[in-house]
């Protein structure tokens, strides 16, 4: 788990690029190495992020699923005489909070064209998206529940992280 965060890091630094050639690997192992000096990750004391190998290939294929969906829905309304845009924004409470959870349901829902993630609450857990094209606030609130329920099936999250107050302070 090491290199988990320097690997996406510089799997994203090349998706930017658009590109794999030895000046961007190598201008993204440094730009990521600076990065890392600079802000060091936060030490976790007993929290240990597991991965389900064949749960995340089924959170990858619906993602990018929902990616070639949402592009094909944008891209159709921009060439059409006539607008279907229909926006609105839908407050979806999390079932299974936790900050990975919060985290990774929030980028995703930023991937694709036509939703963007307004806000998130911690207390209640809510992630409030913005739909371009939203026809049914129900139908938008089962698809996020569907990323959720995909997303806390590929990872987890157990244990307590360094500094959590309810840890503080506590004496026997």
Do not use: K
């Amino acid at each position: 788990m090491r290199f988990f965060l320097p690997g996406m890091l510089l799997g994203l630094w090349l998706l930017a690029w658009g590109e794999v050639s030895v000046g961007n690997i190598v201008s993204g192992i440094v730009l990521i190495a600076v990065l890392m000096l600079a802000f060091p990750t936060a030490r976790r004391v007993g929290a240990r992020v597991r991965v389900h190998p064949i749960a995340l290939l089924r959170l990858v294929g619906y993602v990018l699923a929902q990616l070639a969906v949402s592009n094909v829905l944008v891209a159709r309304e921009i060439v059409s005489r006539r607008s279907r845009v229909r926006t609105g924004v839908v407050g979806y409470r999390v079932e299974q909070p936790s900050d990975l959870t919060l985290t990774l349901m929030s980028n995703i829902i930023a991937l694709a064209p036509g939703t963007m993630t307004v806000d998130v609450t911690d207390d209640p857990p809510v992630i409030y998206v913005h739909f371009l094209l939203l026809s049914d606030v129900e139908t938008a609130r089962r698809t996020l529940r569907r990323l959720e329920r995909l997303v806390v099936g590929a990872v987890e999250t157990t244990g307590t992280s360094a500094g959590d107050p309810t840890e503080e302070g506590t004496e026997s």
